[in-house]
């Protein structure tokens, strides 16, 4: 299986009434809002929406994928005008992701699949902005405050959240210690394009 959402839902439908509380809403108005938020995160932060090589990438790829020509470059790259836009296109998704979470949850008082198909791709920026775009520490919960008490307090009070979190972080400072994101810091000191929010 590929997709988060698609192995998430399986595993609730296979092995979800032998691990815990189910994930999935009862709720017929719930269970469309989680839909909702797995799918504005999976088409507008993580997905590029295609399978072709070069400039078609995720926009949340922005604060990782390498330049064109760079020694780092692989398969896919972005240009630095289509990274300063895809940066603006992610700091608009996190407004969207910042009104639909409900709170404590996204889906209200219970966990469910949109948290944890979101959770992974809010450690990245977490830890990508500051070190790439040069953002202020605090930048990312400006205006979000319901995102930042979900990702400070709500999420780490399960264990399989931290362990998600630890692991992701040690595998970002191992890639940002390879030298992986220099290339696209130098890019961002390009003045003509906005890397700096808000």
């Known amino acids: 299986l590929a997709e988060a959402a698609i192995m998430l839902e399986y595993l609730e439908d296979a092995h979800g009434p032998w691990i815990g509380p189910s ?23 993580a997905s590029p929406n295609c399978t072709q090589p070069g400039p078609f990438t995720h926009s949340q790829g922005c604060m990782y994928v390498a330049p064109p020509g760079g020694k780092h470059c692989t398969d896919r790259w972005i240009g630095r005008a289509e990274r300063a836009a895809k940066l603006a296109e992610c700091w608009k998704q996190l407004d969207v992701l910042e009104s639909l979470m ?9 966990q469910s699949l949109a948290d944890l198909a979101v959770y992974p791709t809010m450690v990245f920026f977490a830890f990508y902005p500051q070190r790439v775009f040069g953002w202020a520490e605090d930048a990312l919960w400006h205006g979000r405050p319901k995102l930042r008490a979900w990702y400070e307090t709500a999420m780490p009070a399960h264990a399989a959240a931290r362990r998600v979190h630890d692991e992701l972080l040690e595998t970002l400072h191992a890639k940002a210690a390879s030298g992986i994101l220099d290339e696209i810091v130098e890019e961002t000191r390009d003045p003509a394009f906005k890397w700096v929010y808000p």
């Not at 409900?102 to 219970?110: D, L, T």
């Open 102 to 110: 409900r709170g404590p949850y996204f889906c209200g008082a219970r």
């Open 23 to 45: 994930l999935l809403p009862t709720v017929p108005e719930t269970r469309a809002h989680m839909n909702l938020v797995i799918r504005c995160h999976d088409l507008y932060l």
